[in-house]
């Protein structure tokens, strides 16, 4: 079915090519002024269910990096506490660490792969009780649902690897995925590369772009580590909660509560 302005459209052309002919205008002048109304009346339509289609967070989010890419949005230099300016980007970058992450290290990752980090492993094995528990926490079918739980392009972290490369191939890593899972919750052993993050800084809008305190940090952990997250909140919510009842002072886990609520007066 042919939208209104573009029936309209071919209304406006016939006419046009007849008053050419005739040299009576009337009648084309007249469509031509439905079809101008009827034109703005559908891009304000368009622009409307765009709007709503878009007020979910991603969608907005999104929509918001694509306006804010004037060119001028990355930083480039940053002012020291001596009054001068970053010369370079490493330089810029230990001075963003050294405001935000005070005695936090920089590794500035160059090269695939994780040579040159320290390894460890852990020497026990943990025994039945543990793998059992870890067994009823860890599911194929809760992995699976932690898995995709997450918006398909979520920003990765270190490790490059997004929602999306997990959900495609998930019935062929499902079982290896399981073991990993539950051998780092029955050791209680986090691999080294889901200990690094990839740090990003995003502008505050309003902010000078020369000072250090101006963007917010964006901390990014490997979506490996974030699903075993997702595992463990979803056991101490479904599980542990249910069957204990909270203390008073316990903030954590209780709705309406907070940092915030935890620090007023007589909640010690």
Known sequence: MESRPRGKRREVRRLFNAAKKSGNWTDYKSILTDYNKALRQAKRESWRRH???????????????????????AVSSLQLE????????????????????????????TSGGWDGLDLEFPKWKGSREDWAVSRGVISYDKLKGAVFSFQTYK????DGIMP??????????????LMLLRASLTLGYIPVSWRYIRVVFIPKHGKPKSQAKSPRPISLTSFI?????????????????????LQQNQFAYRPGMSTE????????
């Not at 001596?82 to 990752?109: C, D, M, Q, W």
């Open 51 to 73: 709007y709503e289609e878009t007020e979910k967070a991603p969608d907005c989010a999104r929509l918001q990096r694509i306006l804010s890419k004037d060119g001028q949005s």
């Open 82 to 109: 001596n009054g001068e300016y970053t010369a370079t980007e490493k330089g810029t970058l230990e001075e963003l660490f050294r405001v935000h992450f005070p005695g936090s290290e920089i590794i500035l990752k």
């Open 155 to 158: 920003s990765p972290g270190i």
């Open 164 to 177: 999306i490369m997990l959900q495609q191939v998930f019935e062929l890593l499902a079982g290896k995925l």
């Open 225 to 245: 580590l974030k699903i075993l997250e997702k595992l463990l909140d979803r056991h101490i919510r479904d599980g542990v909660l249910v069957s204990k009842s």
């Open 261 to 268: 609520t935890a620090s007023l007066p007589g909640c010690s």
